[in-house]
């Protein structure tokens, strides 16, 4: 089955507050070789076909015991976030960072994750995936039709979310997939109220937001759609630098060199940052040179860091709204 294909109008017809997917490692993941790349998708897709299961018109009342299909995902952990906001907890879930470890999923923090069975990203194990007997399968397009949709259908009914569906399409394409449609609609309106209220929270302010990848690679961001940047811009606080003086990529991305770092020149530095593996070092690397240290916000005592994929899914961007309303509101 193929989401979200005769949602697509009615979700763009509404107010969006960002695109895509904020997590920059599975962005950066290619899928598997073997049949496509991420590239081959598209959100035009032809309409599920008439052998595909009906979903129920009306929505249950959010009660994760009530839902007794079995539901495995694969994708970034947004997926999960969402499932887990409507009320389904899936039996397994693919992660981008972490989880292996065995304490849970990462920027999840208001549901317990630990008993959900880690699966790898971006590649598939089948025979895993069979013994797990899954009723219902969704994944992201890149991973599904990568490997061939196929060969999931051969399990279970599988259901393929188009990638750069925005924060509120995919809450609504989960939504019609479990059958929880009404809690889905809840869920974009807490979202829309949050970004109406926090809209002009900080009156005039400047921020640079960057990030340091293992390399080190330094990335700014002036703007797009990811929680950290969408939050801070909603807010009311001008990015520097600006799209013009930068490259940026399709997410408001720029790399940027030890040479050029002075463009972080704003008041407050945002620094987006995941402790994990070889990030950490990088990020000593970085800040440990005096081009960093004479910063305007490192000199001054005003950079913030925060978890880079730490508000996952629509709630993880109403606490990122949060943490920017307290960080930059006007007291």
Known sequence: MRLGLSFVALS?????????????DAERAAAPSTTATSEVVSTTTAAPTTTAETVPEESEPVNVDAFEQRVVLFGAEELLAD????????????STLGAETGEGFTGIPDYVTTDVEVLSHPYVNFEQLAALEPDIIVGIAPIIDGHGPELFEEIADTWVVPHDVTPEQQVRLLGEAFGRSERAEELVAELEAAATDAAGAAGDCDVSIATIYAGPEIAVFVGGSWPIPWAVQTVGCELVPTPAEVSPDDVGRATISLETLGLLSAPDIVLMHIAWGDEIGALE?????????????????????FDRIGFRGIEGRIRALDEMIELFGES
């Open 12 to 24: 763009l017809a509404a107010a969006s507050c960002g695109e895509g997917s904020d997590d920059g």
């Open 83 to 94: 499932a887990l906001a409507l009320g389904v907890e899936p039996v397994a879930s693919s």
């Open 285 to 305: 690397e970085v800040t440990g040179t005096d081009v960093w240290q004479a910063l305007p916000a490192v000199q001054t005592g005003n950079v913030h860091l």
